[in-house]
């Protein structure tokens, strides 16, 4: 089945910094999304992106399907940002390990 | 609020017990599908239902099973618990079936099951 790596594992980064995100995948895909998982477990849609480019406030997210990777952009983090970010591709239901993301004070 | 409901929100029970998680899905979504969380581990996908009949089938054990009612909503019943089975479970839906144009997944707040 399809494989989904994602990078860094952990992310440590001062208030008002900005980051990176990376989600590598094996094979093309029709679906894609981004979530994150705030500290109380919820799973919150952040961008469903198969392709192309989206923004919305201080995130964005790219997806370049035929090199088979998407990107999240997250600018002036805030505390509130802290969690894991998951890719998730649907075909095969798979989800990526996720990056943790600490936004320090 | 993603419109996914699950109940119950925290259950604790003991081993070798049995137990049922229920979900409504979004209105208008057909498809419901079930994913497990251990802690501090990615989401496995479990199940998924679509307007009542299995579409696809993941890492679920015999001892678990899924059914999604007439109605839409779907139950996942745990059985012969062990202490391996805490975990968090979370309910998902979205418009149509996996393949293209599937729509967005949108979770359920979880069901977060300790056996003890």
Known sequence: GIQVEQSPPDLIL??????????NFSDSVNNLQWFHQNPWGQLINL???PSGTKQNGRLS????ATERYSLLYISSSQTTDSGVYFCAVRENFVFGPGTRLSVLP | D????QTPKHLITATGQRVT????????DLSVYWYQQSLDQGLQFLIQYYNG???AKG??????????????HSELNLSSLELGDSALYFCASSVNWWG???GELFFGEGSRLTVL
């Not at chain 1, 997210?61 to 370049?64: L, M, P, R, Y």
């Not at chain 2, 998680?21 to 208008?28: F, N, T, W, Y």
Request: aromatic letters at 8%.
């Open chain 1, 47 to 49: 961008f469903y992106i």
């Open chain 2, 100 to 102: 293209a144009n599937t």
């Open chain 2, 21 to 28: 998680l229920r979900c409504s899905p979004r209105s208008g």
């Open chain 1, 14 to 23: 001062q208030e008002g910094a900005n980051s990176t995100l990376r989600c």
């Open chain 2, 53 to 55: 009949e299995e579409r």
């Open chain 2, 2 to 5: 993603s419109g996914v409901t």
């Open chain 2, 59 to 72: 890492n679920i054990l015999e001892r678990f099973s899924a059914q999604q009612f007439p109605d839409l």
């Open chain 1, 61 to 64: 997210a790219t997806t370049v």
